[in-house]
């Protein structure tokens, strides 16, 4: 089934006429019946009954059922030619305490995420996507998360971070004082 084919039989079913088909679709009458002719081959069942000299066609039962699926078929495809498009998104898992979520990253977050709606609404460019996802837990299950799930994990005296998941790395964001 290809999608040429498709389109032939949607446009066939709006107008209901093989010759105004093949003027909306911008070719010979000849290709839109070859495209039908092969669909149906391709489907094994008859989806218009066409009159000899009548201009009109009309679903036959497979037909009429088979409407809705070439409609999401179409959908399917178009969607698919978008995503293929797109550049992929980073995923970016945090997780951290709650104090370090809202009192000093909340800004980042929310600059993180406006720069990325911002993106996404260019029509021609999808770029610099991400996708966030920011926990607030104690400090110990960030320990035990670490090792399986987020790519950032800050506690209360460390920051963890996990490089291409193989390398597990500390950094100090300040030093106590002892005064």
Known sequence: MKTEQIETFLMITETKNLSLASKNLFISQSAV????????????????????????????????????????WKALWRETRIWALQESKMNLSVASIDSLNTCVFSNLYKELINNNNTDNKKASESSNGITLNVSSHWSKTIYDLIENNPNLGNVDHSIFIEICNTTLTCISLYIRSSR
């Open 33 to 72: 019946s070859h495209r039908l002719r092969a669909l149906e081959e391709h489907l094994d069942c008859e989806l218009f009954i066409r009159g000899r000299g009548e201009k009109l066609v009309t679903l036959t039962q497979k037909g009429e059922e088979f409407v809705e699926i070439a409609m999401r």
